[in-house]
């Protein structure tokens, strides 16, 4: 969730420091991120399903908070 909530867009992106390769290939099964490039210039970015799912999870959050 953390991978997803800090995707900045669907913009190809570095992953936020510590995200470990088990992170990222989980969020990639379940159709959230794409992932290219090997080991240090591994980026991802999310595709529309997980574009979709970080809008829906922050409105979530933002209804909670009120």
Known sequence: MVLLHSADG???QSPPKGTS???LSEA???GFILIRGEFQKRQFRLTE???DYVERDKR????RRL
């Open 49 to 51: 399903l997980g574009s």
């Open 28 to 30: 990639e099964e379940q």
């Open 21 to 23: 390769l088990k992170t």
């Open 60 to 63: 979530r959050l933002e209804a």
């Open 10 to 12: 669907m913009a190809w």
